[in-house]
């Protein structure tokens, strides 16, 4: 019976290598299908094919996974304000999910021995493709060739070299880069010493801040807490974001530069570029701020950090971020309404929300005339709310003095 691996094929050098090398004696595979998902990461196609080729592949799938990308995981992060250690909007490990489920459903399709990621050991990444595949294909073989073998940058192109696997001068590149719709995340390089500051070589999707054009206004409208119009024109999420990365990047909006807590335990430098998934975010907590109870807001911002880190950490298909989607869900019934954002060099700023749906009441809040608060009930409030605190400073003082 012949052997069949089916590789989660990035058109990059070290899913390129990885595919030369399972035909290779050490895992032996008769054939190997690479697939390649468009999850929105700017990639050269025919490239990515001829490499893949080059490298042995038998077959190689394309599959354009951008509006199920956008439907499903950005809405949802979005939604639930999705920030890693209060930063980082989880780009990759977004996409992974996606990517994963497509390479184990084709397998599953061919009956095939094992799924292939090329994550290395030390990263994030190996977590939520293998427990992706795990989920879309119980007791696959998985493997992970740059895990099997440390290979060093050099190693890896001579390797690709040898076997005849055209490398670009790109890939050369020192830094490693991920990247998709909602995202770029780079690091490696210079950026290791965390003293160092980030050089403007690998931003793709932002500009320097300083070229930045005069600032604008964009206005953001939500419907159940999902993106849906920019500037009143309704668009698919996936264009909505796309269009916004570009009017927000050139302001250098979204650009991060931190030290994460990873899965695996160490931490590292990372530089992000996120301009929409950034205003995003921003725009719909803003929304959100007018609209949901106190006590609404405040359980969520808790779960919102618990689903953040489920999803981090590779748990993007449990029980308990499904869970936690059934209490998103039912907050956002009446997160419908604008956001009016002004784009800076630097910063997308929140100037203005609006709703048919707003908690905010400003014959409430007013300090103008017309007010109608109940400031007569307030003396009672406080006369009861401050029982407690009474009672215990008395205590206080009894026990001072015995
Ligand atoms: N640290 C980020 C995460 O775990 C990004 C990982 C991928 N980054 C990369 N440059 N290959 O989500």
Known sequence: MSRTAVVAYSGGLDTSCAIAWLKEDWYGFDEVVAVMVDVGQVYDVEESLVRGRAAGADDIILL???????GDQCAKAIRTNALYEGKYP???ALSRPVIAQAVAEIAVELGAEAVVHGCTGKGNDQLRFELAFKAHYPGVRVIAPLRDRIWTRDEEIEYALGKGIPVVATQASPFSIDENLFGRAIEAGVLEDPWNAPPEEPYAMTQDPATAPAPSEVVLGF???????????????????????????????GRLDMIENRAVGIKSREVYEAPAAL??????????????TKDEARIKRGLEQRWTELVYEGLWFSPAREAIDAFVDKTQEYVTGDVRVELRPNAAVVTGRRSEFMLYAEQ?????????????AAEGFIRISALETELAAARARA???A
Do not use: M, W
């Open 64 to 70: 354009d996974r951008k509006d199920a990308f956008a």
């Open 364 to 376: 409430l809040a007013s300090y103008g005339t017309g007010e109608t608060f109940p400031h007569e």
């Open 90 to 92: 989880l780009v990759s």
């Open 223 to 253: 419907r159940q807490g999902v993106p849906v119009s920019l500037d009143g024109d309704p668009l698919p999420l996936a264009e909505l974001i796309a269009r916004l990365n570009h009017l927000a990047g050139a302001y250098g909006i």
């Open 399 to 401: 026990q001072s003095r």
């Open 279 to 292: 205003t995003l975010i921003l725009a719909h907590s803003a929304l959100e701020d007018v609209i949901l």
